[in-house]
């Protein structure tokens, strides 16, 4: 009798040491994970932070901002998607007995699910990294519209094609050098062209303004509108040969048949390029431009 008593109490010891164990190993895990949440959370703000303030000052367009905050919101919709496991797991820490009973049945999958998460935290690492490079480096490249189309024209003439591969060059280039340095992280990439007019009028008598009537389907549109429509004419021309070069230059990426690219392109019209630029005039050359701006983001699922 005495040594079924004994054994009684030997197996509720260990069964009590084992059950404490696992309730370190879970409060040790919810810790990691707060930590991590925190650190990340913080992370990702400041980042939302630069990209507004560089949006702000015209290094990004409100194209590529939007894309990086459907980004950013997705990771921080997959952290907070935790929050409610470590939750559960830290309230059923307040009592033991409970923690044991439930342990196989409800907290085991729950930890295997938390702790799968808080060991993916060098991949996010990765991502964050990748994310903040593309958006500290962010930026415009400006053309001037005179480089590429004759006054008049909204087609990039044969003649005018050197032109065109020697000014994108320098584009492709940073793209495929951003690219390949993250060829380990699924990407995608994004190219966005602006285009813009100054304030003159385009003469009924033209054959550009006969064009653009037709097209627009006016037949007395405002002068806005005609060079609106000039413009993203303009823009989406030069994404057109855009698009070709980066095609011929393939063999500068690591990943091209892997790599996503979103283009678009958009015309201004005559609102003016930059906000802080405030003695533009009517026919100002600084109105008659095409900003270039790209950023290559994680591509997560």
């Keep these: 009798m005495a040594k079924c008593i004994w054994s009684i109490i030997c197996l509720l010891v260990l069964v009590s040491c084992g059950t404490q164990k696992r309730m370190t190993a879970a409060q040790k895990t919810i810790d990691v994970y707060n930590q991590n949440k925190k650190d990340e959370l913080a992370r990702l703000d400041s980042l939302k932070q630069v990209i ?3 949006e702000k000052k015209g290094n990004l367009d409100d194209t590529l901002t939007k894309q990086s905050d459907i980004l950013i919101k997705k990771l921080i919709d997959d952290i907070e ?15 033991k007995k409970g923690f044991r009973k439930a342990y196989k049945t409800e907290i085991q999958s729950r930890l295997i699910e938390l702790d799968t998460f808080n060991n993916r935290s060098g991949k996010r690492e990765l991502v964050y990294e990748m994310l903040t490079d593309g958006v500290n480096i962010a930026n415009y490249n400006l053309f001037n519209l005179a480089a590429f189309f004759d006054p008049g024209v909204y087609r990039v003439a044969p003649e005018n094609m050197d032109k065109v591969q020697s000014l994108f060059s320098p584009v492709i280039d ?7 340095k993250y060829k380990n992280i699924p990407h995608k990439a994004v190219i966005v062209l602006l285009g813009f007019a100054d304030g003159q009028s385009i003469p009924e008598a033209t054959t550009l303004y006969k064009s653009l009537v037709e097209i627009i389907k006016n037949p007395t549109p405002t002068q806005q509108e005609l060079n609106k429509q000039l413009s ?3 823009a989406k021309e030069l994404l057109r ?10 063999g500068r990426f690591n990943n091209y048949n892997k790599l996503k690219i979103g283009y678009v392109a958009s015309g201004r019209g005559e609102e003016f390029p930059f906000a802080h630029i405030n003695d533009y005039r009517s026919d100002d050359d600084r109105r008659r431009i095409v900003l270039c701006y790209w950023l290559i983001l994680p591509d997560i699922k």
């Design 52 to 54: 507004e303030l560089k």
């Design 81 to 95: 998607s935790e929050v409610k496991e470590a939750e559960y797991i830290a309230q059923a820490l307040t009592d």
């Design 174 to 180: 940073s793209i495929a050098a951003f690219s390949n």
């Design 232 to 234: 993203e004419f303009r």
């Design 241 to 250: 040969n855009l698009k070709f070069l980066m095609t011929q230059n393939a």
